[in-house]
């Protein structure tokens, strides 16, 4: 059984440019959450979205947006990239947009330079 | 802000020892408190979950104390493994959304 995917795995960027990072979430789950977790410390929020709409919303700068596609999966994306983006993008799933139960994807290593 | 304090911020204890963790809330409107342990380069996974209605929960070796009243509560691991070594990320929510805050882990090392 699957768990939650997420694409690519390691990335490099430099300043300014866009990164586009996907996310596949548990076969039935229907809530799709990003979190930014930086080197040393836990994950921070950025954004949930269930059945394509946004619910939730961390505080992070607009240069940061997401979206839900009809398959439940899910796209990051991070514009004007800064040397303080890098980081370990993480992508979790659950079933409901509330409840607590979330599982989390190996995530994607983002480096920019 | 920080709303999870989490303590200590390594640890280390010998193989079959007990390891403790701690953690410290402040909004009151927290409802889920899960524990995930996370290995290097991999994702956190959940480990074990509690809501206030119980004060203690336990899963095989692991085991949350849970105090309200203190808005404090700890993870406990009985006869700690060197496969065990690992960070472990406390975190809080409201349940009505996933909008989970962790605190800044622990990571613990067991000897052999």
């Known amino acids: 059984d699957a768990g939650v995917t997420q694409s690519p795995t390691h990335l490099i960027k430099t300043r300014g440019q866009h990164v586009t990072l996907r996310c596949s979430p548990i076969?039935?789950?229907?809530?799709v959450s990003w979190y930014q977790q930086v080197l040393g410390q836990g994950p921070q929020f950025i954004f949930q979205?269930?059945?394509?709409?946004?619910?939730g919303r961390g505080n992070f700068p607009d240069r940061f947006s997401a979206r839900q596609f009809p398959n439940y999966s899910s796209e990051l994306n991070v514009n004007a990239l800064l040397l303080g983006d890098s980081a370990l993008y993480l992508c979790?799933?659950?079933?409901?947009?509330?409840?607590?139960?979330?599982?989390f994807g190996p995530g994607t290593r983002l480096t920019v330079l | 802000q920080q709303q999870v304090k989490q303590s200590p911020q390594s640890l280390i204890v010998q193989k079959g020892g007990i390891s403790i963790i701690n953690c410290a809330y402040e909004?009151?409107?927290?409802?889920?408190f899960p524990w995930y342990q996370q290995f290097p380069g991999k994702g956190p996974a959940l480990l074990i979950a509690?809501?206030?209605?119980?004060s203690e929960k336990k899963e095989g070796r692991f085991t949350i104390s849970f105090n309200k009243s203190a808005k404090q509560f700890s993870l406990h691991i009985m006869d700690s493994q060197p496969g065990d070594s690992a960070t472990y990320f406390c975190?809080?929510?409201?349940?009505?959304?996933?909008?989970?805050?962790f605190g800044a882990g622990t990571r613990l090392t067991v000897k052999p």
């Open positions: 975190a809080a929510s409201i349940s009505r959304n996933n909008d989970m805050r």
């Open positions: 076969s039935g789950h229907k809530s």
């Open positions: 979205y269930y059945e394509k709409e946004e619910r």
């Open positions: 909004n009151t409107a927290f409802d889920y």
């Open positions: 979790a799933s659950s079933l409901a947009p509330n409840g607590g139960e979330q599982f």
């Open positions: 509690i809501r206030p209605d119980v």
